[in-house]
């Protein structure tokens, strides 16, 4: 397998297991967040009933589904990118020593 191929694999597998689970995440977060505005809702978030509990906790769970949706971009940029091809030429002359 050459590393295009293996960029490719890398890159599936990134989306499988941190962009969907990310996204995910951000809905969830930004979801929760939105809820904690509505008067009157019910709101359980680890046994509290607090409005600023919730809407804290959605955006933390919205920014680290942020990061897990980086993953896979990252991974797809760096390894499906084409690499810079060094050249090295023996006719030319080697530069003057001063």
């Keep these: 397998m050459n590393n295009k191929n293996t960029g490719l694999i890398a890159t599936i597998a990134a989306v499988i297991l941190c962009g969907c ?5 951000a809905f969830w977060g930004a979801l929760t967040a939105v ?9 359980n978030i680890g046994g509290s009933s607090d409005p600023s ?7 933390g769970t919205c920014c680290i589904g942020i990061l897990f949706i980086a ?4 991974v797809g940029f ?3 990118r084409k690499k ?7 006719e030319e002359p080697l530069p003057p020593i001063s």
Excluded: K, N, R, T
């Design 21 to 25: 689970p990310g996204l995910f995440a």
């Design 35 to 43: 809820i904690s505005f509505i008067p009157g809702a019910d709101i």
């Design 53 to 59: 509990a919730a809407l804290f906790s959605g955006l």
């Design 71 to 74: 993953v896979p971009v990252a």
């Design 78 to 80: 760096f390894g499906l």
């Design 84 to 90: 810079p091809e060094v050249v090295v030429s023996i």
